[in-house]
């Protein structure tokens, strides 16, 4: 999980991307500084941004001379929320809790899953047979470990 505040450099912003959960305080914006240093967007930009929003978006982002404000970025996806700079650390922290109460192995199956590459729905479910017969396995051994 990552926390965005103020005004965010490609570097760090594209960094922040490979977050699971991604928020913004309503001030954050990103801002394309590479642009004015006349440089590519660094941070792995050019990696995430496609595979996030599309090559045109990307494109549209990364051209852009102006910042572009937290509501935008949340409503393109790259963002989970943004939220009012006071109290921001706080919600952050109590979505990281939610978070953390989550079994390990459903983490682990549900991240597995969703980063799970194929082009067919065969290949997929096979896939997925599998990570939830790793969860089980990892729950029941869990459980004896405890006893």
Known sequence: MVGFEGDVAPPFFG???????RFG???????????????????????????????IKTRDLLFSPKPTPAHELHRLGLLDGHFPSDGFREKCMEIAGDLAKMSLPAIMGIKSITN???????????YEDRATERAIVQKQSQLRTTK
């Open 15 to 21: 960094a922040g991307l490979a977050a699971d959960y």
């Open 25 to 55: 305080t309503d001030e954050m914006t990103f801002q394309p500084s590479h642009l004015k240093l006349g440089v590519p967007p660094g941070g792995g930009l050019g990696f995430f941004l496609p595979r996030l929003i599309g090559p």
């Open 116 to 126: 799970f590459n194929s082009p067919n729905l065969m290949d997929f479910q096979e």
